[in-house]
């Protein structure tokens, strides 16, 4: 066993002991059934590497950790343009807030909050029919990871298309203010279906090897561009937590309601936590504890 290995085993053991998970997402019915009792870590080295442990194998909702790679695709198809639609300040306020958007004349602070995220599925849509779009984010994730077996979960974007009344209240308002090109339904359709996307900390560990810049891992894009989006996962990737969880662990990461967080170690490594209970902020509350963890005992910091 490597010291990375010893490191991440006793990690899973003290989490599994504290035994004080936080709340799933109640408000998408397919999450809320989820146990929280669950902790799973993967962690891509440089090297080619990948080192697991806890429940690392199971499949759980991506959700909002998938607003990277929309966002992947969407600059690398419309370049700069996309930043006439959407800002890239942090928000300060809840991930699926509407007050905003209201002040702004419906231009969303930045692409991770769902308002920007719902603008940057629109981009990516262009005119094309939606599952044409879809299959070019679920493969930039399958090239990324270097895995064909990563698919959307159906019934997790069913039940969150039939629950979803703040999200289509958002894309009316952006249809409103003229920042939306495709109908909500067209555009909700595509962002609810990325969301549902179902992978293992392993997969996504390795699928966040792109955003590593480091001789050997794949190069979907360019290093300024890597460096811009881990840029944007620091300051804006756990909403209004954000701020925080650069104070407890240094790291640009990027969170989702289905307890996922992606973490990047720029140049050494991509780290994927899974936990379902979420903190007060939406997102995982032992995946936040275990990262600073582990950044602390391996002396990770972009600082
Ligand atoms: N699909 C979720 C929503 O739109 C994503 C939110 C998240 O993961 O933070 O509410």
Known sequence: MSGLDTILSRLDADIRAENDWGDVAAYIPELAGVDPAQFGIAVATANGQCHVAGDWDTGFSVQSITKIFTLAVALGRSGDQLWHRVGREPSGLAFNSIVQLEQEQGRPRNPFINAGAIVTTDEVLGNRPPREALAEIVQFVRHAAGDEN?????????SETSFGHRNFALAHFLAAHDNLRNTPEN???TYFHHCALEMTTRQLAMAGRFLVDAPGLPRLIST????????????????????????????????????????????????????????????????????????????????
């Open 187 to 189: 555009t909700l359709g």
């Open 224 to 303: 300024g561009r890597i460096r811009r989006l881990n840029a944007l996962m620091m300051t804006c990737g756990h909403y209004d937590g954000s701020g925080d969880f650069a104070y407890r662990v240094g790291l640009p990461g990027k969170s989702g309601v289905g307890g996922g967080i992606l973490a990047i170690v720029p140049g050494i490594a991509s780290v994927a936590v899974w936990s379902p209970g979420l903190n007060r902020y939406g997102n995982s509350k032992k995946g936040t504890e275990a990262l600073a963890t582990l950044a602390r005992q391996m002396n990770w910091s972009v600082f």
């Open 150 to 158: 990563i698919h959307i979960n159906e019934r997790v974007a069913a």
